[in-house]
C-alpha cells in the first residue's frame, strides 16, 4: 500500500445502551419459603440450554457480527442482551434466596450440567440473528409458562411472568428488526 497502513475501525459505540425491557416494576425479589425443587428448576432458566445466560451470550454475539455493519441494529441487540443480564440477576437471586447455589450449572434429578457455550446460535447474518433469537425468545416463554405452572410460590410466579413480559417485548423488537 506504498507505505500507507491500511485502517479499520469500527465507530459503533455502546455507550450508554440501556436495557430494553418494558417500562414498568419489576417484582420485589422474594420466595415464600426455601425450596430445593423450585431453586432446582429455576437453574433451567438461569443457565440451561434454554436460559438467561445463553440468551445474552447470543445476543451478545449477535451483536458482534453486526457491529461493524448495522449499528443500529447491533446496539438494539446489545440493549436486549443486557436486559436478559438484568433476568439472570433476579433468577440468581431467588436461587439463593430458595436455598439453591450459583454455579452455572442445572440442577436435575439424574445429576448436574454445565452451562456451555455449545448452547448458542452462532448465526453470523441478520436473518439468522434474528430468527435464532426469536426461537430462543418463545422457548423461553414457553419454559417459563411451565415453571409457573410448576411452582406454587406467588413471589418466583410474579417474577416469572413479569420476565415473560420483557420476553415478549423482545419478540415485537425482533419482528420489527426483520422487516427492515
Known sequence: MDGMEKFLQNDCSFSGTAALNLPLPYPAVRVREQNQFYANLLTLDYCGSVSELTAAMQYIHGESCLCCHQCAMARTIVGMAVAEMIHLQRLGEMILLL??????????????????????????????????????????????????????????????????????????????????
Open 99 to 180: 436455598g439453591g447455589h450459583i454455579d452455572f450449572s442445572i440442577k436435575t434429578r439424574t445429576g448436574t450440567q454445565m452451562w456451555t457455550p455449545e448452547y448458542t446460535n452462532l448465526a453470523d447474518n441478520k436473518e439468522q440473528i434474528i430468527s435464532a433469537n426469536l426461537e430462543a425468545e418463545r422457548a423461553a416463554i414457553e419454559q417459563y409458562e411451565q415453571h409457573i405452572s410448576m411452582i406454587e410460590d406467588d413471589y418466583v410466579n410474579a417474577m416469572l411472568r413479569r420476565i415473560i413480559q420483557d420476553e415478549e417485548y423482545h419478540i415485537m423488537l425482533l419482528q420489527m428488526m426483520q422487516r427492515q
